[in-house]
Each structure stands twice: as C-alpha cells, then as structure tokens.
C-alpha cells in the first residue's frame, strides 16, 4: 500500500492561520506486513536519527492502527521524503494526514477526506496546511466546534511556483513564539481586507491583483528579521516577474507565484542572486492526498 502527500505553503501572505495552498513535491510512504517492524528512510530526513529511533509518522500510524484493529501485525514502513523539515513546506502536516490515511487503509476501512481532515485537526490546530495537504488546490479553511470549515480551487496550469529554501531550520511552534501577543486596530483591518482580497483572486482567477492583495503585518516582518536575507529575495521576486512572493508557512522557505512563461527567468535570477540557497520550480497540486491499495 502506497500513500503520499503534497507539500504545502501556508498564511500566502495576510492569511495568517487560514489560507494555503498544495505544491507537488511529496512525502511517500509504502507500508508492507512484515515479520518485524523495521523502517527505512530515504530523501528528506534520512539522515536524522530521531526519524527512525521516535518518529511522528510511527506513532501517529499506532495510535489509529491500534484502535482501528484488533491484529497484532507488524509492518515494514518505506518513506521516500521530497519536503524538507521545518522550512515551511509543512512536513509535519504531511505526516499527520499520510499516518492517519495509512492506518485506515491497511485495514480496509474506507475514510472519507473530510473526516481525515478533522482527525488530522487534532495533531496541527491551525487548518491552513491541513486543509491543502488532504485536498490540493487552494484553500481557504477556518476551523468551528471542532471541524474544519473551508472551500477549495483548482489552481490553472498556466501558474508555476518559485520556491527558495534555505538551508536554516524553523521551527514552526518557536516561530509562533517570537509573534507580537496583541495586534492593533490597523494591523487587524489590514489583515482581514488583504486576506479577502486575496481569496477573491484565487476564486475568481484574477492573478494581477496577488501582488496587492498578498502583503501582511502581522506575523512575515517578526519572522523574517530572524533572517533579513528573505527581505531580499521577496524584494528580488517581486521584480523580476513574481506575481506574489511571501514567507512560506512559519520559513524559512519563501514562496513566489509566477506565470509558467516568466517562471525560467525568476527561477535563473534568484539562482544567480541566492547561489547559496536551493532554488526550484515546481507545479501545484490539485488532489492532495492519494491512496494506492
Ligand atoms: N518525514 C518526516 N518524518 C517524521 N517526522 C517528520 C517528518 N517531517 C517532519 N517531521 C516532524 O515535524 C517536525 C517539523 O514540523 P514543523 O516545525 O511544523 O515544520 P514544517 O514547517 O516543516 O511543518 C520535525 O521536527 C519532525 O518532528
Ligand atoms: N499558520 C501557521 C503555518 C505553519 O506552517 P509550517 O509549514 O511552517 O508548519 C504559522 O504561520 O505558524
């Protein structure tokens, strides 16, 4: 049985905890019964030992598995990671909804992508990785009495996304710690308007008008001044072609959105300027989760 599921790029800009979009690279997981339990790790993570001896995968995959089973089975786990840890690419999202998908369909039982979703709230509480990660596209989502409330959109074609990723760690639960505890009036408007504006352009295509529509005061500034380099490479994207280009989840990935036709350029320009960042260019995803039996 195989799972995977896409990367992801949260907050887009002004939508802090609520807007976020699926790309296509992917954490892979092929799970076969086995006599012992063993695991191996290869891409992303493989050289991370807490990944194999304590790993967020295994024990959220035990959890479901053993309520859902009454078997004691033992399984060899093969993952093969494309998302880097704790750059914003929501690794961790990834491996919530890839355990609980796995557990459920080792044993047969048919889980709807809506109650993934909300099985999956209980491991990340904010649903903007969540939500793309178990259905691809983009997705505006906030979560009400426990459920995860959103509606999602295809992304056309015709948009690539430029994707610099440093090699510096963020944790995403220490980013959340350097944010101000209070916001102002003005900064709330500002958000609130921009986040409207730019869900209105994804709905209704109007890419031109991302570049306004994405600009945020309330958490990329705190974050970015960990790494002040990042100010640079947004200022750089914007200018040579990027529709929009905002800090990526809780970074250090920042996340540019380009025409397919202008993407080459963006992608050669950033290379050049950042040669010590990784620099690439990839499509986004429209299906989020899949599941080979
Ligand atoms: N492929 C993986 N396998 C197991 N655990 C992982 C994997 N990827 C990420 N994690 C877990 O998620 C943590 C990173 O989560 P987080 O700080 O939220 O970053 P991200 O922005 O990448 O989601 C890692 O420290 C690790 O505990
Ligand atoms: N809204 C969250 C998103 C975190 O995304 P991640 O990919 O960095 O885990 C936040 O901004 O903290």
């Known amino acids: 049985m195989k799972v995977s599921v896409p990367a992801t790029?949260?907050?887009l800009g002004p939508g802090f905890d609520c807007l976020g979009l699926a790309i296509s690279m992917k954490n892979q997981v092929i799970i076969r019964p086995s006599k012992f339990h063993s695991v191996s790790l290869k891409g992303e993570g493989a050289n991370n030992p807490a990944l194999k001896d304590n790993n967020m995968f295994i024990s959220i995959f035990n959890d479901f598995y053993h309520n859902l089973s009454n078997k004691k089975r033992h399984f060899r786990f093969e993952f093969q990671n494309e998302i880097p840890l704790s750059r914003g690419l929501g690794s961790s999202s990834a491996v919530i909804v890839s355990a609980i998908a796995s557990a459920y369909a080792i044993e047969g039982i048919k889980l709807e992508k809506d109650k993934l979703l909300n099985l999956a709230l209980a491991y990340e509480s904010h649903?903007?990785?969540?939500t793309?990660?178990?259905m691809g596209g983009f997705n505006v989502a906030c979560v009400q009495e426990n459920e995860v409330k959103y509606i999602n959109k295809s992304i056309p074609k015709s948009l690539k996304a430029v994707i610099v990723v440093p090699n510096r760690a963020i944790s995403t639960q220490l980013s959340r710690k350097t944010l101000p505890f209070k916001y102002s009036k003005e900064d709330t408007v500002f958000n609130i308007s921009h986040s409207s504006l730019l869900t209105?352009?994804?709905?209704?295509?109007?890419?031109?008008m991302l570049?306004?529509?994405s600009n945020d005061q309330i958490h990329q500034k705190y974050r970015m001044k960990q790494m002040p380099e990042l100010f640079d490479v947004q200022k750089t994207a914007l200018k040579e072609g990027a529709?929009?280009?905002?800090?990526s989840g809780s970074g250090s990935t920042l996340f540019s959105i380009a025409y397919t036709d202008d993407s080459k350029n963006l992608e050669k320009v950033l290379k050049l300027k950042f040669p010590h960042f990784r620099v690439f260019i990839t499509d986004f995803d429209n299906t989020g989760v899949r599941i080979e039996i």
């Open 132 to 134: 793309p990660a178990v």
């Open 243 to 247: 529709l929009m280009s905002t800090l």
């Open 9 to 11: 790029s949260a907050n």
């Open 200 to 208: 209105a352009a994804f709905m209704a295509e109007n890419w031109e």
């Open 127 to 130: 649903p903007d990785n969540i």
């Open 211 to 213: 570049k306004y529509a």
